[in-house]
């Protein structure tokens, strides 16, 4: 599939990557491949409807994030269950989405991705009907992390490792309800994960064997286990072998609402998305046409 006007959305705050030249990449590949193309830069400010005016004006076939996993979903916000195609440039600290859909890191590598224009239809996981999960989203202690990352000047997978680490020491277990497949369960958790893919931009597997187009998602419940087991666990996570843990469970769902005892921290996608004591979650099948 051919196509023939792109505009490119990009992020100059994400991540720790250098963007000097990616004008200058964008011009010379789309010149080889006789693409016309717009470049639209975020803000920060009222992005959302600046994308919707860009677009509304320039009608591109495909819109490319070049960004982490917030610019990502930014973007993917206004194209649910349209012909207009979504494309990535992966310029995060983390990049999530892009490493599940295998898109290198390199700039040229994933322009060269882009213009071979191979597409595919991903779900989306719908959160309290207003945001919108590509990737993965959780309660409790990753939330906690980016929540530390966020305050720390530092980018980067070693800023995240950082963040890790301090986020450690103050973790802890909560009770929840959760309502999926029929049921009632009462668990006391670290973290809860609303998972449409397998793996964190870090490489750890949380998910075996998930798909981004199989019209349902992963509820993953990180039950609170000894510092001395985590070590394991994280090593399990790297060797994709975590649903063996007795610290973890999994379950297939289409939808799920999860109450908790106290206000929990919510990130979707690595964006974080304050405090919650209820979470509903509903599954958008196909929602996406994404480039890969």
Known sequence: MQFQKLLFIINPKSGNSDKTNLE????SV??????????FYTTGQNDQEKIKEKQSDYQ???LIACGGDGTVNL?????????TKLGII??????GLAHELEIENDVEESLETLMKGRVKDIDVICINDKNYC??????????????????NEERGMFAYAKSFFSSLIDKKATDFLIEFNGTEKDVKAEMIVLANASSYGSGAVINPGSKLDDGSFELIIFKPMPLR????????????????SPYVEIYKVESAKIYCEQAELLQVDGELKGEHKEVKAEIMKGAIKIIA
């Open 134 to 151: 590509l990737h993965l989203s959780d309660l409790g202690f990753n939330a906690q992390m980016i929540k530390d990352f966020e305050e």
């Open 90 to 95: 992966p310029l995060g600290s983390a990049n």
């Open 24 to 27: 200058r990449q964008i011009k």
């Open 229 to 244: 087991d985590l070590v394991s666990l994280t090593l399990e996570s790297f060797l994709g072998d975590i649903k063996n």
């Open 30 to 39: 789309c010149a080889k491949n006789n693409k016309d193309y717009a470049l």
């Open 60 to 62: 591109a076939d495909t």
């Open 75 to 83: 973007v993917a916000q206004n194209l649910f269950h349209s012909e």
